[in-house]
């Protein structure tokens, strides 16, 4: 099953961390969210990226943002979860 997948980086408040926030909808005519994560670094988004890869393989297509190419890091993590490249 085709899913797509949305990363995004929170900006922190004056109480709060960052966080990355990840969504995986379904790709059909009329989407549905499958998932919603928010982990507090790479590495729990990389560990979670992994489980995504293993279930739906190349079948996980990335929403790349300017927003997300623009944090070079976290679209690495993406791109090397995932075996695909940053566009």
């Known amino acids: 099953m085709p899913v797509l997948l949305m ?5 922190p408040g ?14 059909d005519h009329d989407p549905w969210l499958l998932e919603a994560q928010q982990f ?3 590495h729990e988004l990389r560990r979670w990226l992994g489980q995504v890869a293993a279930k ?17 890091m ?5 791109a090397e979860c995932l075996g695909i490249a940053v566009p």
């Open 74 to 78: 976290l679209a690495t993590a993406v």
């Open 14 to 27: 004056p109480r709060n961390e960052s966080r990355i926030s990840a969504m995986l909808w379904s790709s």
């Open 7 to 11: 990363v995004d980086r929170s900006e």
């Open 56 to 72: 739906y393989g190349r079948d996980v297509a990335v929403r790349w943002t300017d927003k997300l190419k623009a944090e070079k």
């Open 40 to 42: 507090r670094g790479e």
